[in-house]
């Protein structure tokens, strides 16, 4: 017996049959049916006529998943705000790291919250204006230890002279001139005395100063290292409730950090339209200036300049990450920094919201 074998042919009709299939259009929910025939049983989605009241409705394995919901615990749910900018205010939150405190906002219902770089991060030009600070004092340091130095040598010098004094007065074989020098040895000795106490009480002082700063510096430098390791960070939400909160991701081209708490329903800021934006709009800056948690400043734009968001609300440190919002309460921008110049108070600045979900378009989709 012969075979024939005709592959190609078979591998051709295949692909036929696989493509029309693809283009079959597929029913989201189907009925499955199953009956039994002379001892067979028979898989179909449309059962013969003379078999539909023998069949038997198969339950799906594989329904079809339900629309996906948000998940966790939804968070201050008892938290009472009167207005929006108080609404806004409850998703503010504080940050804290091993630098010190920030503020940051809650951007998405799911946990993401944006702050400055800065706040989690040290930049170039901190580290840079703190260390020219330290090389200051470091040279502040030095030329007050030399002048310590140089008043213990006068000091010792005076003492060594008293004492000189001292061997020619008991040397003196004149008792009038003896009781003379034995006056003006006691007056010198009490001289002495006193500046040696001041000497002695100033240079404690200054050791303990020293000592401050010389602490202070190794833990500036302890957290800086730690610091530019962290990957999470304590937040503390208006009711006081600490949490933590993972780094997603740095922009390398702004001062903005992208945070997020996993597992919780948080309230969120809606972002506004800054192209709408008119000068004398006001608007208000919220953050935790200070240590005080949910501080609000009102003021007005004043106008765009070099890409940032001017306005004359008050923007502490402690402010840096928290929201610029509108009188609705939605968010306009990021308060990042505030310029001082001289003989009027500081204008704050905030990155436009815009610029925000672009840079973390990717980490927030639907924004």
């Given at each position: 017996m012969v075979f024939f074998s005709r592959p190609p042919v078979m591998a051709a009709l295949g692909a036929v049959i696989f493509v029309a299939l693809l283009s079959v259009p597929i029913p989201g929910r189907a009925e499955m049916y199953k009956y039994q025939k002379d001892g067979v049983w028979y898989y179909t989605d449309t059962p013969p006529k003379e078999m539909v009241d023998k069949s038997q409705t198969m339950t799906e394995s594989n329904p079809r998943a339900a629309a996906p919901s948000l998940e966790g615990t939804p968070l201050l749910t008892n938290y009472t705000a009167r207005n929006d900018i108080e609404k806004a205010a409850a998703a503010t939150v504080a940050v804290k790291s091993s630098l010190g405190f920030g503020s940051g906002f809650f951007i998405s219902p799911d946990g993401f919250i944006v702050t400055n770089k800065h706040v989690v991060?040290?930049?170039?030009?901190?580290?840079?204006?703190?260390?020219?600070?330290?090389?200051?004092?470091?040279?502040?340091?030095?030329?007050?230890?030399?002048?310590?130095?140089?008043?213990?040598r006068r000091l010792q010098e005076f003492k060594s002279r008293l004492d000189q004094f001292k061997k020619e007065m008991e040397a003196e074989a004149d008792p009038n001139r003896r009781k003379s020098d034995q006056q003006e040895y006691d007056a010198n000795l009490k001289r002495y005395e006193q500046w040696q106490r001041d000497y002695?009480?100033?240079?404690?002082?200054?050791?303990?100063?020293?000592?401050?700063?010389?602490?202070g510096r190794a833990d500036y430098g302890y957290r800086k290292s730690v610091g530019?390791?962290?990957?999470?960070?304590?937040?503390?939400?208006?009711?006081?409730?600490?949490?933590?909160?993972?780094?997603?991701?740095?922009?390398?081209?702004?001062?903005?950090?992208?945070?997020?708490?996993?597992?919780y329903q948080t309230p969120f800021l809606t972002p506004g339209n800054t192209q709408q934006l008119a000068q004398s709009n006001p608007v208000y800056a919220i953050g935790n200036p200070a240590k005080l948690q949910n501080s609000v400043s009102s003021g007005v734009f004043s106008g765009f300049q070099n890409g940032f968001l001017q306005t004359n609300a008050q923007i502490y440190p402690g402010n840096s990450g928290g929201p610029l919002v509108d009188d609705k309460?939605?968010?306009?921008?990021?308060?990042?920094?505030?310029?001082?110049?001289?003989?009027?108070?500081?204008?704050?600045?905030?990155?436009?919201?815009?610029?925000?979900?672009?840079?973390?378009?990717a980490q927030l989709p639907g924004k």
């Open positions: 991060r040290t930049t170039a030009q901190q580290t840079g204006e703190t260390e020219e600070q330290i090389k200051r004092v470091e040279g502040r340091i030095e030329d007050i230890d030399r002048q310590f130095e140089d008043e213990r002695e009480r100033r240079l404690s002082t200054y050791e303990k100063q020293k000592k401050t700063f010389s602490d530019n390791l962290s990957q999470t960070f304590t937040i503390i939400l208006a009711d006081n409730t600490e949490l933590y909160a993972r780094l997603v991701v740095i922009s390398t081209n702004h001062d903005l950090a992208l945070l997020k708490i996993d597992g309460g939605q968010v306009l921008g990021v308060n990042t920094f505030k310029q001082i110049t001289y003989k009027f108070e500081g204008l704050g600045f905030a990155i436009p919201i815009d610029v925000v979900l672009k840079e973390f378009g």
